[in-house]
């Protein structure tokens, strides 16, 4: 599976965002899809992710301000981001995943760029 994530992009505080994230096969066969991001001089954070059930997690510095959904017919992950903060500037990755009898399998995009500054 190849992941696309686009949508990145300035934003003053306050504002919103929405990301995209294409996938090249089916979403339904994966175990779950998700955000992370990456901010300078930290490590890869999960921002959200959505099982193939549908339930969501969201890191507690995000909820009630971003929120996941999925395209299951055009197999693309979105993640609306409301509200945003500084502490929100970060690459934005979108990740998927398959969970069989070896493990976890992940898959990741390339990245976009969320900032967020007056």
């Known amino acids: 599976v190849q992941l696309q994530a686009s949508g990145g992009g300035l934003v003053q505080p306050g504002g919103s965002l929405r990301l995209s994230c294409a996938a090249s096969?089916?979403?339904?066969?994966?175990?779950?899809v998700g955000w992370y991001r990456q901010a300078p001089g930290k490590e890869r954070e999960l921002v959200a992710s959505?099982?193939?059930?549908?339930?969501?997690t969201y890191a507690d510095s995000v909820k009630g301000r971003f929120a996941i959904s999925r395209d299951n017919t055009k197999n693309i992950v979105y993640l609306q981001l409301d509200s945003l903060k500084r502490e929100d500037t970060a690459v934005y990755y979108c990740n998927a995943y398959r969970v069989g009898w070896s493990g976890r399998f992940d898959y990741w995009g390339q990245g976009t760029q969320v900032t967020v500054s007056s």
């Open positions: 959505i099982i193939n059930g549908g339930a969501t």
């Open positions: 096969g089916s979403i339904v066969s994966l175990s779950g």
